[in-house]
C-alpha cells in the first residue's frame, strides 16, 4: 500500500506540473478533472493513532478529531508532503497500532516512560504534562501523598494508572475507557478521586459543577509522538519538521489556541 502511494506520488508530481502549467491559461475540464485525481492520491498517508477523548489535545468537534495534537500532526503532515488521517482508538491500542504497522505514529498526548520505550520510539517532546488529581470540592484528600488507601479513577493504561497502580498498591484503582467516565465515577461518588492530565482535567473541571484540581501535581512528564521501533527515516523526518514548528512558533500558537494562559 506504501509502496504503491509512494509511485502514485511520483506519477502525481509530473500531472500536477502538468496541470498547472494548463491552469495558466484558460482551465479546462480535462485539466481539472486530473486536478482533482491527483488531491486524491497525490500524497502518501501519514496515519495518526490517537484516542480523541482527551481535550483539548483530540477531541470530537462533529465529526472531525481536533486538538492541540491534530493540528501539529497536520503541520507536520504538510511539512512532509504527506496527507494526515486519524485513526480514534482506545489508548491501550495505540502502541500494538504503530507496532504493527497500522499507524504510522501515535500521538494522543502520550507520554514517554521506560516501558513504552520498550515497544516503540519516540520522537523528540513537543509539550509538557503534569499528572494532577481531582477531588470533590472540599475533599479530605489535599495531596497526592492523601491518595494512599483511596479509590481512584484513571483511564486505562496511561501513566495516571501505571503510577497510581506502583505507588499506592493499597489503593482501589478503578480503571476507565475515558478520562469523562472516571470523572462521572467521581461526580457519583464512586471514586475518591480521578488522576489525569492537567489540561483535560482543567476541561472536565470546567465541565463539571463541584469539583477541583489539587494545587500540587503529582507527576511531571513529556509528551512526545510514538512509532515503530527502528523506523529511523520517519523519526528524523518528524523530529525536524516537529523543530522548524517549533522555532517558528507554529507549535506555540497551536497550544495557545486551545490552552488559555493562566
Ligand atoms: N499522558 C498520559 C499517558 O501517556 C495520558 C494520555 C491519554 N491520552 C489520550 N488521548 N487519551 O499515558
Known sequence: MKIYSRIMAAVVIGTMVFATGCSSTKPTEPAKTEEKAADATAKEE??????????????????????????????????LGMELKIEDMEFGSI????????????????????ERLVNVDF??????GYQVVIVKNGSEIKTPDDLANKSIGVQ?????????TDDYPNAD??????????????????????????????????????????????VVEEYAIALAKGNTELLEKINKALEELKADGTVQTIIDKYISAE
Open 156 to 164: 486505562e493504561s496511561t501513566t495516571g494508572d501505571i503510577y497510581i
Open 95 to 114: 502502541i500494538t497500532a504503530v507496532q504493527g504497522g497500522k499507524a504510522d505514529m501515535g500521538m494522543a498526548g502520550m507520554t514517554v516512560n521506560e
Open 46 to 79: 501519514l496515519v495518526m493513532a490517537t484516542n480523541a477523548a482527551f481535550p483539548p489535545y483530540e477531541f470530537y468537534e462533529g465529526t472531525d478529531v481536533v486538538g492541540i495534537d491534530a493540528e501539529i500532526a497536520a503541520a507536520i503532515a504538510e511539512k
Open 123 to 128: 520522537s523528540n517532546s513537543y509539550a509538557t
Open 173 to 218: 484503582v478503578q480503571r476507565y475507557n475515558k478520562g469523562t467516565e472516571a470523572v462521572q465515577a467521581l461526580i457519583q461518588g464512586k471514586v475518591d478521586a480521578v488522576v489525569i492530565d492537567r489540561e483535560p482535567a482543567k476541561v472536565f473541571v470546567e465541565q463539571n459543577e463541584g469539583l477541583e484540581i489539587l494545587p500540587t501535581e503529582y
